[in-house]
């Protein structure tokens, strides 16, 4: 099965600052039909999870320009430019090339 | 618009079986795989099983195969999953979710359904 793991655990950020998400893969990602099945999720507390990014750098519907994907292969980032006080909770990376489907293991963003 | 609804969760001994059920809406339900996610308490985000748009095509995570099996009624706009042997660590909110599916960028999710496996 893929492992993904994501670094920091945790992030606490002042509102306004730049944040950064890593997510590593024990496998290339990168699929024959040239795309990457690689996307972003965040969990705010107590609720279901929701759609950021899909294949690495694309902004699902409705998701703010300060999010943005990257990356290749085994290694992507989620980068936010601007932190605001909604962007709160716990983001997940997700690998969709490779059945079982697997996430990474969380990083939970904070404000300060 | 698009609601998934589940409902089934509980409290039950370990070893018995429970079964969940997610009643979908404002979608054409029978063109999309669909999928179970769970979520232990205070902790990340697990996939548990995926089936296919027209229930011909199952596939499991290892630590439920054999003891939960997926299943859909298209008729009745509803996914299930029937979970059997059921161990403490199989406690969990239980989502059932359509996610993106190569070219397919839909993303919805249920609200959960919490099933507590306990004496």
């Known amino acids: 099965d893929i492992v993904l793991t994501q670094t920091p655990l945790s992030l606490s950020v002042t509102p306004g600052q730049p944040a950064s998400i890593s997510c590593r893969s024990t496998?290339?990602?990168?699929?024959?039909?040239?795309?990457?099945?690689l996307y972003w999720y965040l969990q705010r507390p107590g609720q279901s999870p929701q759609l950021l990014i899909y294949?690495?750098?694309s902004r699902f519907s409705g998701v703010p320009d300060r999010f943005s994907g990257s990356g290749s292969g085994t290694d992507f980032t989620l980068k936010i430019s601007r932190v605001e006080a909604e962007d709160v909770g716990v983001y997940y990376c997700?690998?969709?090339?490779?059945?079982?489907?697997?996430f990474g293991g969380g990083t939970q963003v904070e404000i300060k | 618009q698009v609601q998934l609804v589940e409902s089934g969760g509980g409290v039950v001994q370990p070893g018995k079986s429970l079964r969940l059920s997610c009643a979908a809406s404002?979608?054409?339900?029978?063109?999309?795989?669909m999928h179970w996610v769970r979520q232990a308490p205070g902790k990340g985000l697990e996939w548990v099983a995926i089936?296919?748009?027209?229930?011909?095509?199952?596939y499991y995570v290892d630590s439920v195969k054999g003891r939960f099996t997926i299943s859909r009624d298209n008729s009745k706009n509803t996914l299930y999953l029937q979970m059997s042997s059921l161990r403490a660590e199989d406690t969990a909110v239980y989502y059932c979710?359509?996610?993106?599916?190569?070219?397919?960028?839909?993303?919805?999710w249920g609200q959960g359904t919490l099933v507590i496996v306990s004496s």
């Open positions: 979710a359509i996610l993106p599916n190569y070219d397919i960028i839909k993303d919805h």
């Open positions: 404002g979608l054409t339900f029978d063109m999309y795989g």
């Open positions: 089936i296919s748009y027209d229930g011909s095509k199952k």
């Open positions: 496998q290339s990602l990168l699929h024959s039909d040239g795309k990457t099945y």
């Open positions: 294949d690495v750098s």
């Open positions: 997700l690998q969709a090339i490779h059945l079982p489907l697997t």
